[in-house]
């Protein structure tokens, strides 16, 4: 057993009631439930995503007034500079606001942040660096800039409004921006945009200029059609781990439709040099596409990706992915060699008792990697993780949490040994002298003891029913369907079936039988069961629990329920 279980309570009197409301299944309504949807309007909108359900976008606060300084920038002519950041998240924000401003008649220019000469965001640095490059009175800042308080002050000192679009944590006090858009500053109106990543957001700020432009009655807006960005909203939100529920369930649905059918031909070129031959879905983003366009940005510069993305020629387009994609294999071998270092050291001294959070650093560990390294430490220890690298006097790191451990909160805690750091309760960076990492370790482990009790420190499978395998049908499958897209917040659907029995002897599967296939009944249906990376000492026998994932499996024509194995334990 890899994991606690924690199955959802059943709730079959409110689950009757909601699905006769919607004329659902009462499985489909339990899992609805477990999502915190018990009424039937929000249920149904959940199933039904629907742009036009979408909120105002001047609900959100600041958006106002970064809608009055940009149209203005527009009447005075004013040159516009797009600062955003290096990963997939910032470059789609910065390639969706170049399509909108270009398109309504303003005069723009994007600059990019290099990762390792100008570290992250608004840097004196780059800032310095963006201005010599590309004079301007108007600067709007994209998946950066929420503790920028000192460049923003300078900025400001020389006649430079800055506009802010983010939405990571916020300093004390926030800095003196022109217009701060960001959800995490609380609304007097009643709305919550927090799920929003900055590509939603830059959405939104494309949806009230729009709207501004047609009240102005400009001609060029009369006709602008914002759905075909929605593709670069899909691959932005889905690559930033945000939750998948709210405003962003409305804008990953409908931009996985679109991403499907994009005939942008940078869009077509990542696609084919990653292969990506079935319906692009939330893994197919995550796990193929969003790598690559984080690669250039991991090791270098990620204008290479905004080039991607913009490109109009199909020649350039396949050109810039074949680099992308050879930047990707390169960032994979240094993310194995640095990932391996780690967990060498780790496991040498790690005592599971009294290790709460694991703090590494090393020499010339390429800081483009580190917060890669970091998320794939945390799933060997299931530690709060935080891994820094560089040269000189400053190193410059990634952290990632687990659930119960704030990580933006705990770096704050933290401040007397850090240069500088933000970021959120699950993800983080961070600045930091190399004398000070064996500190930064002992100060966020006696803080992690605080919090994180035994039972957080083991990860959770949160299984959604226990069903009988009869249930679990191909038209229940399809209805079930209705959830995606999974991710953040909505995860994939989790069943777990009691005292299960063998139908017939199991079988390793792969070149290096590391995968086992099962067929496993509970006297109500058979069902092939897939444990994937199994290893071979460890085998279900006798009477059993099994935790899994329900799958259509598509082989040769021929479709079969599967059930992807997530773990067992001997029957309850």
């Known amino acids: 057993m890899k994991y606690s279980w924690s199955v959802a309570p059943p709730q079959a009197e409110l689950a009757d009631v909601l699905a006769r409301a919607l004329s659902i299944s009462p499985l489909l309504a339990q899992c609805l439930i477990n999502r915190g949807l018990s009424e039937p309007e929000p249920a149904r909108r959940f199933l039904q995503p629907r742009l036009k359900n979408l909120s105002d976008p001047s609900l959100l606060p600041g958006m106002d007034s970064a809608v009055e300084r940009l149209t203005r920038a527009r009447e005075l002519k004013e040159p516009v500079v797009v600062f955003g950041d290096y990963d997939v998240d910032g470059v789609t924000s910065a390639a969706l606001l170049l399509e909108v401003l270009e398109q309504l008649g303003w005069r723009v220019h994007c600059y990019l942040p290099h990762r390792l000469e100008e570290g992250y965001g608004l840097s004196q640095e780059a800032v310095e660096n963006c201005l010599a490059k590309f004079p301007t009175s108007l600067l709007l800042a994209v998946d950066c800039g929420s503790t920028a308080v000192a460049p923003i002050a300078w900025l400001r ?42 590509v939603g957001i830059a959405f939104k700020l494309a949806h009230a200029l729009v709207k501004r432009a047609r009240q102005l009655g400009w001609p060029v807006a009369s006709e602008f059609d914002l759905r075909p960005l929605l593709d670069l909203v899909a691959l932005g939100t889905v690559a930033d781990i945000v939750p998948l529920t709210g405003e962003n369930r409305i804008l990953v649905s409908t931009g996985l439709e679109r991403l499907n059918r994009s005939q942008r031909p940078g869009l077509l070129a990542l696609r084919e040099v990653a292969q990506v031959s079935a319906p692009i879905g939330v893994y197919e983003v995550g796990f193929q596409l969003a790598p690559r366009l984080n690669a250039a940005g991991r090791l270098e510069n990620a204008l290479q990706a905004l080039e991607l993305l913009r490109a109009r020629d199909a020649g350039i387009a396949s050109s810039l992915a074949r680099e992308l994609d050879a930047q990707n294999r390169e960032r994979q071998k ?190 109500t249906a058979v069902h092939e069961a897939v444990c994937w990376n199994c290893p071979k000492t460890a085998e279900a026998a006798g009477r059993f629990d099994l935790a899994f994932s329900p799958q259509i499996n598509d082989f040769n024509g021929r479709s079969i329920v599967q059930l992807k194995v997530l773990d067992w334990a001997a029957a309850s």
Not at 161 to 189: M, R, T
Not at 342 to 361: C, H, K, L, M, S
Not at 364 to 389: C, D, K, M, N, Q
């Open 334 to 523: 240094i993310e194995r060699g640095i990932f391996e270092e780690v967990v060498g050291a780790v496991r040498a001294r790690f005592n599971p008792q009294t290790d709460y959070v694991v703090v590494e650093g090393g020499l010339l560990w390429h800081v483009g990697v580190v917060g890669i390294v970091a998320s794939r430490v945390l799933r060997e220890f299931y530690r709060p993780t935080i891994i820094v690298g560089g040269e000189g006097d400053e190193w410059r790191g990634s952290g990632r949490s687990i659930e119960g451990f704030d990580l933006a909160a705990a770096l704050r805690a933290c401040d007397d040994l850090l240069v500088r750091h933000g970021g959120h309760a699950m993800a983080a960076g961070l600045t930091i002298h190399p004398g000070k990492v064996d500190a930064l370790r002992s100060r966020l482990n006696e803080l992690a003891g605080r919090t994180l009790h035994p039972d957080l420190l083991q990860p959770t499978l949160r299984l959604d029913a226990e069903v009988a395998l009869a249930d679990v049908t191909m038209d229940r499958l399809a209805e079930l369907k209705q959830l995606e897209p999974f991710g953040q917040s909505n995860p994939a659907i989790q069943f777990v079936g009691r005292r299960l029995t063998h139908h017939r002897p199991a079988q390793r599967m792969g070149k290096e039988q590391q995968h086992l296939k099962m067929w496993v009944t509970d006297g």
């Open 157 to 198: 000192d020389r006649g430079v409004d800055v506009v802010v679009l983010d939405h990571h944590q916020i300093s004390h006090p926030s800095p003196a921006a022109h217009a701060l858009v960001n959800p995490q500053i609380p609304s007097n109106n009643g709305s919550s945009f927090t799920e929003l990543c900055s």
